[in-house]
């Protein structure tokens, strides 16, 4: 079946230091990928997304490239600010699936400090 | 707009109780609605998830059960509660072509079994 591996957190970083966070998947077919972020005591909110190989999503300074090659989609920022502590999901969308159901990884708590 | 609402935001109960938890959508129509819990430290579990009235799809054999007595409205409830029942509860719902679309999250319920 589909899955989805994210790095475990906490990660813990200064103000203005780079942020990778990686993530790997399995799926039979080609899958659409997503971030979402999800703030303290907050839902998920969508942060970028790419539906096929070599896309690029970005958003706020965020920034993942849907690598097939590598089953990849790790997300990046080159200048991290306390108020993007939260915490990361990374899921993949099976296009096989009809019913729009997303697989999530764990999730990765990000903590920046001033 | 659209919009996702989900209450109570917060709830402490004792094990034994019932439970009922909503999530209404406004602002489309004949959503995908999904239920999903996130225990503490954990990803995120699909409960349950809906592509019409009166149709549930479980994904997990659990206490819970869930229901979808009007279009844009989709319910989580048990009879009686368990300390493992305790979590986040979030409510989400995709468009009707769904696939490899994004879900949009509500705020949260926050379930406290004691």
């Known amino acids: 079946g589909n899955s989805v591996t994210q790095m475990e957190g906490p990660v813990t970083l200064s103000e203005e230091a780079f942020l990778t966070i990686n993530c790997t998947y399995t799926a039979t077919g080609y899958p659409s990928l997503f971030w979402y972020v999800q703030y303290p005591g907050e839902g998920l909110q969508l942060l970028l997304k790419a539906t096929k190989a070599d896309d690029k999503g970005s958003n706020k300074g965020f920034e993942a490239t849907y690598r097939k090659e590598t089953t990849s989609f790790h997300l990046e920022k080159g200048s991290v600010q306390v108020s993007d502590s939260a915490v990361y999901f990374c899921?993949?969308?099976?296009?096989?699936?009809?019913?729009?159901?997303?697989?999530f990884g764990a999730g990765t708590q990000v903590v920046v400090t001033p | 707009s659209q919009t996702i609402h989900q209450w109570p935001a917060t709830l402490v109960q004792p094990v034994g109780s019932p439970l009922s938890l909503e999530c209404t959508v406004e602002g489309t129509s004949n959503p995908n609605l999904y239920w999903y819990r996130q225990a503490a430290g954990r990803g995120l579990q699909l409960l349950f998830y809906?592509?019409?009235?009166?149709?549930i799809s479980s994904e997990v054999p659990q206490n819970l059960s869930a229901s979808r007595p009007q279009d844009r409205q989709f319910i989580l409830s048990s009879k009686k509660l368990l300390l493992s029942d305790s979590g986040f509860y979030l409510c989400?719902?995709?468009?009707?072509?769904?696939?490899?679309?994004?879900?949009?999250f509500g705020e949260g319920s926050r379930l406290t079994v004691l």
């Open positions: 899921a993949l969308s099976d296009p096989t699936d009809s019913w729009g159901k997303l697989q």
């Open positions: 809906s592509v019409g009235i009166g149709q």
């Open positions: 989400a719902w995709s468009g009707l072509a769904g696939i490899g679309g994004e879900l949009f």
